[in-house]
């Protein structure tokens, strides 16, 4: 069970990590990990664990660690704000006391000087003084700011009151200035993930109550205006409208509605009125569901950040123990003066925090999360987003992920055979099954006694026969003596008392992105088509994808040993539709699951790709390897900088100005490093950018059947019938608009393998880029 306690202005690394060991002994709680950029511990809990108890125990934990953190429990914003201001004022009071003190040094007796500077530096260490306290009593000897204190106490003690101070003043300003961008950062990660629904209109009577989205309850109708986000799960039950669900995909894309769908919350309603009969309440609903993965994403931490956590561990008792050999080594031997060792040692003790390494790894993968997020891309953990970088082989269903899915019913034996078939697979949830039953009009017969035979079919009873329903193997299985149907497509056989009584022949098309998905995730990876079809289909959609390795009639089982003997030296991934893959979903190192937030896709999937869009998983990649790269440069970069410092400290090489400076730069370039994932990753869709804008504008200003046309058509080529059956329309219709934007000369007609198909004129892209642009930039 997972708890969360929010731990507002924690923004020091060390300080966290000794309040997640010290939470950690607490018998209740397995685990506890925090998250710097929403400033949440989460906690691993037993059932014993009891929320209102605990809290007041973790409360003093933090409070005996970190001064001014706001802890509360999560969702329970109205907890008293503990008034933070306070924590810069004696630092402040410090630098203009030591400031008086220099300025008028010359009218100073010497006495009364080095006093000035002794006050000035006690005001200016006031809240490391207060933490080095904290330490001592929680006999925490490697506390690093009981470390500054020390080492700046003995700067001062050799009469460098100005290196002292500067010293402290810099690493205070430091330390400021790195909270600031942590929760700039944050905020920043936040509004990428700009799922948060306010309000919800609820009706009540015939009135509209305006409610929190938490209040909602099953069976409330609400009411979504033009412009307004659904708030929960529903079914619609009045009007009808366009939604876009950009929020949640990141794509625009604008899907029909009417009376009897169901639709997902997160979604934005662009057209008419409609009215909603929730089906969830808040918390089960989708945006609540998907907030909720992105918060908790940091449970799964990522190698590199344990690698960090074992490093941080021991860098500051190690440095402080090089610290006390580096004064006496060279005491003992009688080398340089004690004055000297004193200093170098000093210096090492003022670069002993690990500082920016513990805050700006996390950060860079909260960051790379949040840029996914942002494209409809959910990780489950930051392990996951590391792990994408290494895999080698994908692993990937047919149905439903490389196709769309939805089946168009090309030939069957006989208007009974149709009814037969049809009758059973209402009871089924198979995209095979959905296909036959949406095709059918007619009444149906009533099956007793339905079983669903997994990658195989179904069988069922009427009036004290069996039928079965389905493909080879489950004809074989059954003994039935039935004629093989060589054709392209998916047969599904059918026999009552084991006599084979007729067929049927079903198609599916691939997916609008599909082919160029492919192609593109063929260059970095290995890919299998896994599928429980037949060797003709399968073969034929291994062709369209140029050829890539298949596998066909497999078992649901079956899958899983065939994913497993695949051959990687890395980490292998599967991506399924989740419907009848979760098992291969949950086995695979990474289980991708396509799907529009189904719920046993959430549940089992480590990545889920919100659209259905295959195209997704390269964007994810891309922001997986941007992440990896600039976490890797944190590393190098601040371990490179440390090692040096402390390389020159024990040749006697450097200041501890000069150490400190680098420290705290180093600390700050990191962090603002990972904000560069956050910022860079456009660079994703540049090149589609263009398009896109031209696209928006016709979209604003032309015929929008025309402009979804040539969208689709940027992608491949479409007949009429597929272009009517993507866009919801009649033939007749698309046929009219087609026809224009042959006309205009925007789209040209094709004949492959007998089949008229239309694409874009290459030179036509560019005219409408044109066109958009002149326009745009008037
Ligand atoms: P995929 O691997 O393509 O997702 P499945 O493993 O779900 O396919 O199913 C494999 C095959 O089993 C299907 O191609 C079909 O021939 C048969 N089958 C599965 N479910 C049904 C059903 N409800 N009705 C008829 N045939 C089915
Ligand atoms: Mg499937």
Request: charged share 25%; net charge neutral; hydrophobic share 40%.
């Amino acid at each position: 069970m997972i708890k969360k306690v929010v731990m507002e202005n924690l923004l020091c690394s060390g300080c966290a990590k000794k309040i997640e060991d010290e939470i950690k002994t607490i018998k209740s709680i397995n685990n506890a990990t925090f998250n710097f950029a929403n400033q949440t511990m989460l906690l691993d809990v037993t059932e014993e664990y009891n929320e209102q108890e605990m809290l007041p125990k973790i409360k003093k934990i933090v409070d005996s660690i970190e001064d001014g953190v706001n802890t509360y429990l999560y969702k329970n914003k109205d907890t008293v704000k503990k008034n933070t201001n306070n924590s810069y004022n004696s630092f402040f009071i410090g630098v203009l006391v030591y400031l008086i003190a220099y300025m008028f040094r010359a009218n100073l007796s010497s006495l009364f000087e080095v006093s000035l500077y002794i006050v000035g530096y006690i005001f200016i260490s006031s809240k490391i003084i207060r933490k080095t306290i904290k330490g001592i009593r929680r006999k925490d000897i490697f506390n690093e700011n009981m470390l500054m204190f020390i080492a700046t106490l003995a700067a001062m003690f050799l009469k460098e009151y100005f290196e002292a101070s500067l010293v402290i003043i810099f690493y205070t300003l430091g330390e400021y200035l790195q909270q600031k961008a942590v929760s700039k950062s944050k905020n920043e990660v936040k509004g990428l993930i700009d799922l948060k629904v306010d309000y919800s209109n609820v009706l009540i009577g015939n009135t509209i109550v305006i409610k929190e989205p938490e209040e909602i309850e099953v069976d409330d109708v609400i009411v979504v205006k033009n412009g307004e986000k659904i708030p929960v799960d529903g079914i619609i039950v009045e009007g009808y409208s366009s939604l876009n669900s950009s929020a949640l995909t990141g794509e625009s894309r604008l899907v029909d509605v009417k009376v009897n769908d169901n639709v997902l919350s997160g979604n934005i309603n662009v057209g008419k009125v409609l009215k909603i009969k929730a089906t969830k309440i808040y918390e089960d609903s989708t945006v609540a569901r998907l907030i909720d993965l992105i918060e908790n994403s940091t449970n799964h931490k990522s190698a590199p950040e344990n690698f960090i956590t074992k490093f941080a561990r021991v860098y500051t008792p190690v440095v402080s123990v090089l610290a006390l050999l580096m004064f006496m080594i060279p005491t003992l031997l009688g080398y340089k003066t004690i004055d000297e060792n004193i200093y170098n040692a000093a210096i090492f003790l003022v670069i002993s925090c690990p500082c920016a390494l513990v805050l700006s790894i996390p950060l860079s993968y909260f960051a790379g999360i949040g840029a996914a997020a942002k494209e409809g891309i959910l990780f489950k953990g930051s392990t996951y987003l590391h792990m994408l970088t290494e895999v080698d082989t994908i692993g990937i269903d047919k149905t439903g992920t490389l196709t769309n899915g939805f089946f168009s019913v090309n030939d069957y034996s006989s208007d009974e055979v149709l009814k037969i078939i049809a009758s059973a697979e209402r009871y089924s949830n198979h995209p095979i099954a959905k296909s036959i039953v949406e095709y059918y009009e007619g009444d149906y017969i009533n099956f007793v006694d339905i079983e669903e035979i997994p990658g195989k079919g179904l069988s069922a009873s009427f009036e004290n026969n069996v039928y079965i329903i389905g493909n080879d193997e489950l004809m074989k299985q059954h003994h039935v003596k039935y004629k093989k149907v060589r054709s392209v497509g998916t047969v599904i056989y059918l026999a009552k008392e084991k006599k084979y009584i007729g067929h049927m022949i079903i198609t599916d098309s691939l997916k609008q992105n599909t082919v160029r998905a492919i192609k593109k995730m063929k260059k970095r990876f290995n890919i299998t088509m896994l599928t429980g079809d037949n060797f003709e289909v399968a073969s034929d959609v291994a062709l369209a994808l140029n050829s890539i390795n298949f596998k066909s009639n497999l078992l649901p089982e079956d899958k899983i040993t065939e994913f497993n003997n695949l051959d990687s030296k890395n980490y292998k991934m599967f991506i399924g539709d989740g419907i009848n893959d979760s098992p291969l979903l949950k086995n695979a190192d990474i289980g991708v699951a396509m799907g529009n937030g189904s719920e046993i896709a959430i549940d089992v999937a480590d990545i889920i790709i919100i659209d259905d869009d295959l195209e997704k998983i390269n964007t994810a990649t891309k922001i997986a390897i941007r992440t990896k790269r600039i976490v890797y440069q944190n590393i190098v970069l601040s371990i490179g900088v440390k090692v040096l410092f402390l390389t020159l400290a024990g040749f006697g090489k450097t200041s501890m100005l000069e150490a400190i400076f680098a420290d705290v730069g180093i600390s700050l370039i990191a962090v603002l490093n990972s904000l560069r994932i956050i910022y860079g990753f456009n660079f994703i869709k540049e090149s589609n950018r263009e398009l896109r804008q031209a696209t928006k504008f016709f979209k604003a200003f032309g015929n929008i059947t025309s402009m979804s046309i040539i969208e689709l058509l940027t992608d491949q080529e479409y007949s009429i019938e597929e272009l009517a059956k993507e866009l919801k329309k009649s033939t007749v219709d698309i046929y009219r608009h087609v026809e224009k934007l042959v006309k205009q000369g925007l789209v040209k007609e094709t004949v492959i393998n007998d089949n008229v198909v239309f694409a874009l004129k290459d030179e036509c892209v560019k005219d409408i880029i044109c066109i958009a642009y002149k326009h745009l930039d008037e």
